[in-house]
């Protein structure tokens, strides 16, 4: 895009010559110039030339350099402003420069001299503009994809969707529960060239037994009790498209030979009826289970395991590309709280990154759903994060209590041994938090919580208690 790149100058100046002078140097080098006389005609120019660079006369008879700057850059912050100033006005540069001026050049001034502003200028904004256009490519591409992750593992998965995307090749799609299986396969189908034909997801572990196959076929009117009308079934619906079996490991045996005599046959035939009709649907399967070993145990038809996985498309878990969890964090920080400019404080990262993640993505995502929703403030601390996360009772009591004692009688323990352990080192509340082994926020939280006296003399907590 660097070759094409055009700069636009505007030249504000109340004296012709120098309108000019600075013009002939601007085409010189190939920018786009046009004048204006004063500040106040600058800016009403403005809407219709939106110039990448401007040159202002610091002094003017009405509105100053000073102050064009000040609503140049409050109007479009990414138009870089140099200043021309008579000799003895250094001071107004040096606050010219202050406001958000690239540079200042004293008058008179040689023609090199503005020539090499003037490129750097550009050269500024040229680079600007390149880095704002691969931040937007990277952004569509990922809210595109929806898949974020650097990690090579994560990075493979995606070439993988890229290969399979345009095929009809049944895939089966693996890893723990929220580890994106179903992210992976809307990719799949949504990114590919059959994007426009239907997608239909089936929960194969939440169908009731004896519904499955007529959600999967349909059925005819009357066909059993309370069949009171025809209906269609979800591989009919997803006819030319793809059919996604999520927990294809919960199907029962019964219903495995119906749905491998359909992938083979390439037909359905509703409850009920004795006609078929021909389908062609796209099978994306997804399981947490381990199907070869399902097989093996016989729980899982050998054959439609078989059928199901000609590619398999292994998602590791988050614990195997930790290294991507500030990104995710971050992805769902701006999902649920777009533009609120909320961080994640660093011991709250540490924590996030300690902690291995069970639920994977799913998990973080709840996690950063509900921080969102219970921090107050412009950053997520420990605190926002739940229990298991902040891993304190695991620090203070597990070590001195059976895992089954009662909450209350626990948190009455954990208040004793807060007091006493601020008791000993004589309200040093540094000390108390290192020999308590926590974080100093939680130690605040605990301390107003439990209205813990800081010192042995009895005094009162402080009215008001940092967080972090
Ligand atoms: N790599 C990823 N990038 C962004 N979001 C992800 C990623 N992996 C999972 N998610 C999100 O995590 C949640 C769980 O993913 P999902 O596909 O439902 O998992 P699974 O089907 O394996 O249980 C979804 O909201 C999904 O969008
Ligand atoms: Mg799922």
């Known amino acids: 895009m660097t070759d094409e790149f055009h700069v ?32 106040e005609a600058a800016l009403s120019m403005l809407d219709s030339v939106s110039p990448n660079i401007i040159l202002v006369d610091l002094r003017m008879a009405q509105m100053s350099g000073l102050e064009f700057l000040a609503e140049v850059k409050k109007r479009s912050p990414h138009t870089e402003v140099a200043i021309m100033t008579g000799f003895g006005s250094i001071e107004s540069a040096v606050q010219a420069m202050k406001l958000g001026a690239y540079d200042y050049v004293t008058k008179p001034f040689r023609v090199d001299e503005m020539k090499l502003v003037l490129q750097r200028m550009a050269e500024k904004v ?5 880095i704002e256009y ?16 650097t990690h090579a593992r ?3 998965i995606l070439k993988m969707i890229a290969r399979l995307k345009d095929t009809r090749t049944p895939v089966l799609i693996t890893g723990e529960s929220g580890t994106g299986k179903e992210l992976v396969a809307r990719a799949i189908h949504f990114r590919g060239m059959f994007s426009k034909r239907p997608f239909v997801a089936v929960d194969c572990g939440a169908l009731v037994p004896s519904l499955i196959e007529s959600e999967l076929f349909g059925h005819e009117r009357g066909a059993f009790t309370g069949a009171v009308r025809e209906k269609q079934g979800l591989f009919p619906a997803a006819n030319g498209g793809t059919i996604f079996l999520d927990e294809i490991g919960e199907l029962p045996l019964d219903m495995q030979a119906k749905l491998l005599r359909v992938l083979q046959e390439k ?18 399967a997804a399981t947490n289970r381990d199907l070869e070993k399902a097989y093996q145990e016989g729980t899982f038809r050998k054959d439609l ?5 000609v590619v398999t498309v292994h998602l590791p878990s988050l614990r195997e590309h930790k290294s991507d969890l500030p990104a995710l964090a971050q992805w769902f920080l701006d999902r649920f709280a777009p533009d609120s400019g909320i961080q994640i404080s660093n011991a709250a990262l540490t924590a996030m990154m300690r902690y291995d993640w069970p639920g994977n993505v799913r998990e973080l995502e709840n996690c950063m759903e509900r921080a969102i929703a219970l921090g107050a403030g412009h950053e997520i601390g420990v605190a926002d994060l739940p229990a298991s996360l902040r891993g304190e009772s695991t620090t203070e009591t597990n070590t001195v209590l059976p895992a089954s ?6 948190e009455e323990l954990e208040k004793d041994t807060i007091q006493r352990v601020f008791d000993e080192v004589n309200g040093d509340k540094a000390m108390a938090g290192q020999l308590l082994g926590i974080s100093r926020a939680t130690l605040y939280r605990k ?19 940092p967080e972090s």
């Open 8 to 39: 636009d100058c505007l030249v504000v100046d109340d004296q012709q010559s120098i309108r000019k002078l600075c013009s002939t140097i601007g085409k010189s080098l190939g920018f786009s110039c046009s004048e204006a006389e004063s500040a």
């Open 126 to 130: 040229r680079l600007v503009a390149e």
């Open 134 to 149: 691969l931040r937007e490519r990277f952004a569509t591409e990922t809210q595109l994809h929806g898949i974020v992750g």
């Open 154 to 156: 994560i990075q493979e």
């Open 267 to 284: 037909e359905v035939r509703p409850v009920g009826s004795n006609r078929s009709a021909h389908v062609d649907v796209r099978v994306i």
């Open 305 to 309: 395991y078989f059928r199901l996985n």
């Open 405 to 410: 004692f009662p909450t209350t009688d626990l």
């Open 447 to 465: 301390i107003k919580r439990y209205e813990i006296k800081l010192r042995s003399d009895g005094s009162p907590l402080p009215p008001s208690v």
